[in-house]
């Protein structure tokens, strides 16, 4: 099983859709980095987490953000290990005083893989494309505020917006710019510190280094990506010295293994992942706001969290993870395990007899979830159908069609609460003042004006339901000895790979 969302195989990013078996070879010639010959050896990383495809906004796979994204392709703007928005292809982002027109100068020196130039029209056709009718972006009803685009020379960008966007550099940053016309990302069109050397799908993702990128250049000459079905076979590989790198661990179980610190470094660093487990809001029951209320109240977010990874993670109660200025611990106590209260709104709803389908990416961590969301159900007379299916399943079934009564699902995206201000998203949720706030909240002159008008909105959430919201997964990686330079922390969904080295004994 592979760790994706919207097919994190269990966390929803949306940036591509299943392709068959690929490969693609590089063709000859950031923000952060290093510099020199770099080390002489390659890195690999083991993961469960693997692209679906490389075709561009088009929905899916966090895979491709997180190998990909600032490693081989660029945006204006990035979202760095901290949650930080920091310019990357861009050179300066400049707002008139009325908020409604952005400048944007790119950076000089900059080249495609393929060796022609970044030029402003390639950067207008990439956010042209993310904001088409037809793209499934998760981002282009965000990026919409944008209405206007034009090039008026090689590095100049002029964007006209509809209003005040508070949000538009982070917004920016799920672009990842292309020449003009390429709909796929391919070993041609990156701009980042490493080339697309090699996919072959199952297997592996192969990275070399630029030795003509436009930044610092990358500290390692290559990093490749194993990609596992399988937890405890990507954990043997560690132990047998074949990987560098594990990238997410998915069980605490896993862990005693790797106590060795002469062998191993364990790290525990903040993390944006989320369970969710959300309602179609708008098929019956899940319309009325007792239903969704009762159904969150009768689970226990405490002993599922304790079942999956025992003392590590968070119990949360509404979409924002701790590391996000609108988070709010007491949001977990909105809707507390209470089992003779979920009877009640139950029976306020005229609900009896209760039963529905839960559809599920099947996964380990994944069971013991629905498992324990189907045994708390019971227990106050609901019965609850569960829907194993796969990656591709979930995405055209509950992702693009929104066909089903409810869903889990582990989102791995920051400030992807505004998503419950779309209500063509799919869990379907329409609320008018969580719109108005968000609009409020984007129109807003100052990060403190921000952060309360979706601290509000994130309030309005916890109370109504849209979705129950469990825990935060705890960012666990473990590293072979002597390998220093990663982040231990997941506040953005590339994975930097540029600064990681390893010393041999």
């Known amino acids: 099983m592979t760790s994706r969302p919207a097919l994190d195989r269990r966390t929803l990013l949306l940036g591509a859709a299943?392709?068959?078996?690929?490969?693609?070879?590089?063709?000859?010639?950031?923000?952060?980095?290093?510099?020199?010959?770099?080390?002489?050896?390659?890195?690999?990383?083991?993961?469960?987490?693997?692209?679906?495809?490389?075709?561009?906004?088009?929905?899916?796979?966090?895979?491709?953000?997180?190998?990909?994204?600032?490693?081989?392709?660029?945006?204006?703007?990035?979202?760095?290990?901290?949650?930080?928005?920091?310019?990357?292809?861009?050179?300066?982002?400049?707002?008139?005083?009325?908020?409604?027109?952005?400048?944007?100068?790119?950076?000089?020196?900059?080249?495609?893989?393929?060796?022609?130039?970044?030029?402003?029209?390639?950067?207008?056709?990439?956010?042209?494309?993310?904001?088409?009718?037809?793209?499934?972006?998760?981002?282009?009803?965000?990026?919409?505020?944008?209405?206007?685009?034009?090039?008026?020379?090689d590095t100049t960008l002029v964007l006209t917006l509809d209003h005040r966007s508070a949000?538009?550099?982070?917004?920016?940053?799920?672009?990842?710019?292309?020449?003009?016309?390429?709909?796929?990302?391919?070993?041609?069109?990156?701009?980042?510190?490493?080339?697309?050397?090699?996919?072959?799908?199952?297997?592996?993702?192969?990275?070399?280094?630029?030795?003509?990128?436009?930044?610092?250049?990358?500290?390692?000459?290559g990093v490749t990506f194993r990609f596992f079905a399988d937890e405890n076979a990507m954990n043997n590989a560690l132990r047998t010295g074949e990987l560098d790198l594990v990238l997410q661990q998915q069980?605490?179980?896993?862990?005693?293994?790797?106590?060795?610190?002469?062998?191993?470094?364990?790290?525990?660093?903040?993390?944006?992942?989320?369970?969710?487990?959300?309602?179609?809001?708008?098929?019956?029951?899940?319309?009325?706001?007792?239903?969704?209320?009762?159904?969150?109240?009768?689970?226990?977010?405490?002993?599922?969290?304790?079942?999956?990874?025992?003392?590590?993670?968070?119990?949360?109660?509404?979409?924002?993870?701790?590391?996000?200025?609108?988070?709010?611990?007491?949001?977990?106590?909105?809707?507390?395990?209470?089992?003779?209260?979920?009877?009640t709104l139950l029976e306020e709803a005229g609900q009896s007899d209760l039963s529905f389908s839960l559809s599920y990416v099947a996964g380990s961590t994944e069971e013991i979830i629905v498992q324990q969301i189907a045994s708390n159900l019971t227990e106050i007379g609901v019965t609850v159908q569960l829907d194993a299916i796969d990656d591709s399943t979930w995405y055209e079934k509950v992702y693009t069609n929104a066909d089903y009564e409810t869903t889990l699902m582990n989102h791995n995206n920051p400030r992807d609460v505004l998503w419950y201000a779309n209500p063509d998203f799919y869990w379907q949720y329409d609320s008018e003042e969580v719109q108005a706030l968000a609009v409020s909240a984007e129109e807003a002159e100052t990060e403190e004006e921000q952060a309360e008008d979706i601290h509000a909105l994130s309030a309005i959430l916890a109370e109504e339901a849209p979705s129950a919201w469990l825990f935060l997964t705890p960012q666990i990686r473990i590293a072979a000895a002597g390998v220093t330079g990663f982040s231990p922390d997941k506040n953005a969904e590339p994975f930097y790979v540029a600064n990681i080295v390893r010393e041999d004994a």
């Open 167 to 221: 949000s538009l550099r982070f917004f920016l940053a799920s672009v990842t710019i292309v020449r003009d016309g390429d709909t796929e990302n391919t070993s041609e069109n990156g701009t980042g510190p490493y080339r697309l050397e090699e996919w072959v799908q199952g297997d592996h993702l192969t990275l070399t280094r630029n030795e003509d990128y436009w930044g610092e250049a990358a500290k390692n000459p």
């Open 18 to 153: 299943p392709l068959a078996a690929l490969t693609l070879a590089a063709c000859s010639g950031g923000d952060e980095g290093g510099g020199g010959d770099g080390a002489a050896e390659e890195i690999i990383i083991g993961t469960t987490n693997e692209p679906t495809s490389m075709q561009r906004n088009i929905g899916g796979s966090s895979g491709i953000s997180e190998t990909t994204s600032r490693n081989v392709y660029e945006g204006l703007t990035a979202v760095d290990e901290s949650g930080e928005v920091i310019d990357v292809l861009a050179e300066s982002v400049d707002l008139s005083e009325d908020g409604l027109t952005c400048t944007i100068t790119l950076r000089s020196g900059v080249s495609f893989h393929d060796g022609s130039p970044l030029t402003a029209a390639d950067a207008a056709w990439s956010i042209n494309e993310t904001i088409a009718p037809e793209s499934k972006s998760a981002r282009a009803s965000d990026l919409r505020v944008i209405t206007g685009i034009d090039a008026p020379d």
């Open 251 to 343: 069980s605490p179980d896993q862990l005693s293994q790797f106590e060795d610190e002469s062998q191993f470094t364990i790290t525990e660093g903040t993390s944006i992942q989320k369970w969710v487990w959300t309602f179609n809001n708008q098929v019956e029951p899940f319309t009325d706001v007792r239903v969704r209320q009762a159904l969150y109240t009768a689970i226990d977010r405490e002993a599922i969290l304790s079942a999956a990874w025992g003392d590590m993670g968070t119990v949360i109660g509404s979409m924002p993870p701790v590391s996000e200025p609108w988070y709010d611990e007491s949001f977990a106590q909105v809707h507390a395990y209470d089992p003779e209260a979920s009877s």
